[in-house]
């Protein structure tokens, strides 16, 4: 039998090349991109303030829907640092596994050796009436960012390769010691070894922040900066019209605090998931599935927040016809600390997403999630129940609309803990598309929050300019 060592060494020699090329394309704009935002000065003092703030929201992945407070996220982006928290949806057609998306309507500047890079840029111009979300004394300011991003894509024979760089600058009219510079640096590869199986394999390295107000420590003088490395890795076993499925999903993220460390090194968090998922056909175009899904939480400098959480599922992911597809996961989570001190959970848990598109120029969007989260700051840990819908209709060729509601039950727990907060969320966004390449768009957001605790509910208005441009 013929040795298969050259062509392994060859194959091996192939994606390392890619991997390079991709490393170049992705970190050569981020650096030049990142001499430009950098800011000139340090942020001035300010008094440091006893305000209490809203709780981090539950975690959602890429394959949900977007969030209705569109122009908040705009002006206070988080990053979810939970890779298995909603997985398995529609994992039989989606055309990537872990690889960046294609910015939508980008078109691609392509070099000699097959790389095509999609650079794309975004400023924004806004007004944020209640900027640290408080109950009273609110901040109100107008700002502005500008957020470039490339993307580079590279085929070879069925695989697909990525790298993908971003920055958001934003400064505040009003309040300087908000702003802000973040950075995201991914690379991904998807290979398709056969009809039956693939994998994905993603890497990064994220900087962010909390804005100030986002999470129940005490506001400091600047944002929480922190920075996350992550690495996540996908295993599909089982062609796409086959009666059953494996995916393996495993990934490992550490989430390090670089400011601010006598409020926020005790939140620096290491975790680890693995999750397993079948599936098995029960009708032409759907699919019942099981799952388990296990995330470990290690926490370096507050060991008393290390904890287990383990979720168990049964659901149905189908696509009905070519305009409906969904996922419904029910079942149970649990969630273990080692100190017992902070409390255990053991209850209902659901993940549901159905999309619509009745129309090719109207699509709706619905999801609603019940998860246990760690603290940031306030009891020893909250369960979110959450559910948002959205509607997104182009009215011709050159105006879109898109329409959104959430709602955000967050129910503290621990030893003489009561609170409870209830966020509601309506946004309004207008989109108009000035060239192929150029889109102007506008939106209004208001969020409402209120609680059964005095001095945790508040009111927020935001409205926002953007402008979007690529090749």
């Known amino acids: 039998m013929p040795s298969k060592g050259p062509r392994l060494t060859k194959g091996l020699g192939v994606r390392s090349n890619i991997f390079l090329q991709l490393f170049l394309a992705g970190t050569v704009p981020m650096a030049l991109a990142s001499v430009a935002a950098a800011q000139g000065a340090a942020a001035p003092e300010a008094s440091v303030s006893s305000a209490p703030s809203v709780s981090s929201a539950t975690s959602v992945s890429p394959a949900s829907a977007p969030p209705a407070d569109a122009a908040a996220a705009e002006s206070t982006p988080l990053y979810d640092i939970k890779s298995t928290s909603f997985s398995g949806s529609l994992g039989a057609t989606s055309a990537t596994i872990l690889t960046a998306p294609v910015p939508l309507g980008a078109a691609a500047y392509k070099l000699e050796n097959g790389l095509y890079l999609y650079p794309t840029v975004k400023a924004g111009y806004g007004y944020d009436d209640n900027l640290q979300q408080t ?16 993307v580079a894509e590279m085929k070879n024979h069925g695989d697909r390769y990525t790298g993908s760089a971003a920055l958001n600058r934003t400064n505040y009219l009003n309040s300087s010691a908000d702003n802000f510079t973040t950075s995201d640096l991914h690379f991904a590869a998807d290979n398709i070894y056969s009809v039956r199986a693939s994998s994905g394999l993603s890497v990064g390295l994220v ?75 029960v009708g032409t175009q759907s699919m019942a599935l099981v799952e388990v899904r296990n995330d470990f939480f290690s926490y370096p400098n507050g060991a008393i927040n290390n904890n287990a959480e383990r979720h168990y599922f049964a659901g149905l992911t189908w696509e009905a016809t070519a305009a409906t597809t969904g996922l419904v996961k029910l079942g149970q989570m649990t969630k273990d600390f080692g100190d017992g001190s902070r409390g255990s959970y053991a209850g209902g848990s659901w993940e549901a997403q159905i999309s619509w598109q009745p129309l090719t120029y109207s699509s709706w969007v619905a999801h609603t999630s019940r998860a246990a989260a760690d603290t940031t700051g306030y009891g020893s840990f909250v369960i979110n ?87």
């Open 135 to 150: 109950t009273n004394n609110a901040i109100a300011t107008s700002y502005y960012s500008l957020a470039p991003q490339v």
């Open 385 to 471: 129940s959450s559910a948002d819908a959205s509607w997104i209709h182009r009215w011709n060729a050159y105006i879109s609309s898109n329409v959104g509601i959430s709602s955000l039950q967050t129910d503290y727990q621990g030893t003489g803990i009561t609170r409870a907060d209830t966020t509601n969320t309506v946004a309004l966004g207008l989109q108009y598309q000035v060239q192929r390449w150029l889109r102007l768009g506008f939106s209004l957001s208001n969020a409402v929050r209120s609680s059964n605790t005095v001095g945790y509910a508040y009111n927020r208005n935001i409205a926002l300019v953007t402008l979007d441009a690529s090749l």
């Open 207 to 281: 900087n962010g922040i909390d804005p100030r107000g986002s999470n129940d420590l005490a506001v400091q003088a600047v944002p929480n900066q922190w920075q996350t490395a992550n690495i996540d890795g996908r295993f599909i076993y089982g062609a796409r019209e086959a009666k059953g499925r494996i995916e393996i999903d495993a990934g490992s993220q550490s989430k390090t605090y670089q400011n601010n460390l006598s409020s926020t090194a005790a939140y620096d968090v290491n975790q680890t998931s693995v999750a397993g998922r079948f599936f098995v056909r």
